[in-house]
């Protein structure tokens, strides 16, 4: 029989795990923060390629994105020096994860649903 100790100590575990999901669904909701790291793991590495990834993004909110991106630590920027100086940016091994880590989702979204296959058989009458 489980203590009240091992379940308090579960309780809190499961709650932690849930206030984590939490901030790494919040963060990769986002408007355009998927697209910007897919764009990084495809291959972007300046901003105007990034910008070719999230075709509609304004210049100001891909700033924005690569900024909190890179203090999260899953996007690294390096400057290069040259007349003009050229900014890279590319995912970093957690940037990495985290898209590998969508992939499933992104899969199962794909995925045809028998309730949708028989919602469309459906007859109104």
Do not use: N
Not at 97 to 105: D, F, S, Y
């Amino acid at each position: 029989m489980a203590t009240v100790r091992t379940i308090v100590a579960a309780h809190d575990d499961d709650a932690e795990i849930c206030r984590t999901a939490q901030e790494a669904i919040e963060l990769v909701g986002r408007r355009w923060v998927a697209v910007v790291l897919i764009g990084g793991y495809l291959g972007a590495r300046r901003f105007t390629e990034y910008r070719r990834f999230a075709a509609g993004i304004s210049d100001r909110v891909l700033s924005q994105r690569l900024r909190e991106l890179e203090q999260r630590g899953l996007i690294e920027r390096t400057g290069i020096p040259s007349t003009p100086v050229q900014v890279t940016y590319a995912p970093t091994a957690r940037g990495a994860g985290l898209v590998v880590a969508l992939k499933p989702l992104a899969d199962w979204w794909l995925e045809p649903s028998a309730d949708v296959a028989s919602a469309g058989s459906r007859t109104v009458g």
